[in-house]
């Protein structure tokens, strides 16, 4: 009868929310953001030479394979970055930065909505960091480090940039594209 009463407590339980660990980071199954379920899409590290500067994780409604579909997919996405290496200091974070919007549209990169972004970014990020950038359904783009609220604009084609930077036809690393995309059935 017991045995019975603890089975039945399980499977009324809700289910964890499963993760991947990566070089010892949990990169939880699902999200939630902007009231919405985002599932692991997928991840890789980011490389600089042969330094492992970051693990970028993407977050989606659905399942995406390509930017043209994670573009059509309705609803937000996130990008997250969780920082491996010691440091990295805020210059070369604002640069890559620029020159990943610049790969997108160089219009777009000197434009107002870039520059808001890139002040976004004042400090250095240190292994341990996590920094998530939410991209709204309706072209909004949220930056938080550590969880803090770094700004927000509200641009639909900036947006689509910010994304770019990571699954564009010239993205900031093609190993880490590939992994973000790998997709799975979920």
Do not use: C
Not at 10 to 17: G, K, Q
Not at 160 to 170: H, N, Q, T
């Amino acid at each position: 009868m017991i045995v019975r009463l603890l089975l039945s407590l399980l499977l009324l339980a809700p289910l964890p929310v499963l993760a991947v660990e990566v070089e010892g980071v949990q990169l939880p199954d699902r999200l939630e953001v902007q009231g919405e379920t985002l599932h692991h899409n997928g991840h890789g590290i980011r490389k600089k030479l042969f330094f492992d500067i970051y693990i970028g994780s993407l977050y989606t409604a659905t399942p995406v394979h390509s930017l043209s579909e994670a573009l059509a997919s309705p609803g937000a996405k996130l990008i997250r970055m969780d920082f491996l290496y010691k440091k990295v200091e805020k210059e070369k974070i604002i640069e890559a930065f620029r020159e990943g919007l610049a790969n997108q549209s160089t219009a777009l990169a000197a434009g107002e909505e870039a520059q808001a972004f890139l002040a976004w970014f004042g400090q250095d990020f240190v292994r341990g960091d996590q920094v998530e950038l939410e991209l709204g359904g309706d072209g909004t783009v949220t930056a938080r480090h550590n969880g803090e609220l770094l700004g927000t604009l509200r641009s639909p084609t900036f947006a689509e940039a910010v994304l770019g930077i990571y699954l564009g036809d010239k993205p900031a690393d093609a190993r880490l594209k590939a992994g973000m995309l790998q997709g799975k059935e979920r």
